[in-house]
Nanobody
């Protein structure tokens, strides 16, 4: 089992920044990849970014447009999502997830999910 706990969400004005954290515990294997997804009210969950524990390879959704950066601290078993130049459309619950190799852009790849953290961007 892998437990994931997100933190760092909150309310920010458009153009502002937030850094989300996702701490992993339990049997978090170095072969896992960590994904970030988001879900806005009335919308489907969508992929945001992913990063591999081993090599730190990163993957991003097109809408990120260079505004978000995923990183990890292997010693702390924590991944981060630095979000900059936030827009009101970025308002959503952001969740991290852990899964083995596969299509990192697909939620089906991930077996473990955190509870999510709310990000609200005001205009």
């Amino acid at each position: 089992q892998v437990q994931l706990v997100e933190s760092g969400g909150g309310l920010v004005q458009a153009g502002g920044s937030l850094r989300l954290s996702c701490a992993a515990s339990g049997r978090a294997s170095s072969s896992y990849a960590m994904g970030w997804f988001r879900q806005a009210p009335g919308k489907a969950r969508s992929f945001v970014a992913a990063i591999t524990w081993a090599g730190g390879s990163t993957y991003y959704a097109d809408f990120v447009k260079g505004r978000f950066t995923a990183s990890r601290d292997n010693a702390k078993k924590t991944v981060y999502l630095q979000m900059s130049n936030l827009e009101p459309d970025d308002t959503a619950v952001y969740s991290c997830a852990a899964g083995r190799a596969g299509n990192y852009y697909s939620a089906a790849t991930y077996n473990y999910w955190g509870q999510g953290t709310q990000v609200t961007v005001s205009s």
